[in-house]
Structure formats: structure tokens, C-alpha cells
């Protein structure tokens, strides 16, 4: 019984969370200048209810845990580093989903969040483009 309440409550979970799934890499832009498609067809992101993680190939980029608002206009996105040089540091974000679409827009650890869904030369900004994987 207790087993089927936790499996109830994680799909709940779940639901209420469409974010969560596993997106590959669509369009990247980093501080102005869009990735290589070599490059970008090597990133993925897997989305649980609490972690956050890039990968590129088989290396991790960063791996996370984050928190939402999407009560903000733009949506945030905060993830806080759970490993590395990166561990217990926060990247503040912005982030939409139209459809099977996700674009989050992000900056390192201490540097303010973007306002735009944009990334000029020079603002070590961070904009990605996902596309939810199929089943």
C-alpha cells in the first residue's frame, strides 16, 4: 500500500512538472556565438523533479539540482551546483516551454540572471534551445 501511494505521489509529481523528460540539444548560444552543430547534436538534458543535468556525449557538464517560478515573467530557473567547482553555487535562469520546446537562458554562478532570451558577445550568457525526446 505504501507503494502505491510513494508511485501515486511521484506521478503526480511528474505531472505537474513539464519540464520533467529528457531533451537533446537543439540551438546553443554561448556569449554571443552559436555553438557548431557537431556540437549542439552531442547535448542532452535529462529533467527530474529536482536535477538538473547537461551532458555532452557521455561527459557531464553540470549536474544540479533546481527549483522553478514560473509564476515570473519570464519563468526562472534557478540550479544549484551538486558536484565540482560548481557545488552548492547557484546559475540563475529564465526559461520557456511552447510545446516540445524549451529554451533556457542562463549565467554562471555569480552573475544576475538574464532578462532576455538573448546572449550578446561579452555577457557570458547561455542560450539553449531543447527538444523534449520521444518516448
Known sequence: MLLAACSATHHRTTKMNPLVGNW??????VDGRPLPDSTVN????????DRYKTEKGNE???????????SRNPKEINM???EGDFAG???????????????V????PGKPRP????????????LVAWKRQGP
Do not use: N, W
Not at 60 to 70: A, C, E, K, N
Not at 105 to 108: D, K, V
Not at 115 to 126: D, E, K, L, R, V
Open 24 to 29: 537533446i540539444g537543439a540551438s546553443a548560444i
Open 42 to 49: 552531442q547535448l542532452r538534458l535529462t529533467l527530474t523533479a
Open 60 to 70: 557531464v557538464l553540470f549536474d544540479s539540482t533546481y527549483t522553478v517560478d514560473p
Open 80 to 82: 544549484i551546483g551538486t
Open 89 to 103: 553555487k547557484t546559475a540563475e535562469g529564465i526559461y520557456s516551454l511552447e510545446g516540445d520546446t524549451l529554451r
Open 105 to 108: 537562458c542562463y549565467t554562471m
Open 115 to 126: 532578462g532576455a532570451f538573448s546572449s550578446p558577445a561579452g555577457s557570458g550568457i547561455y
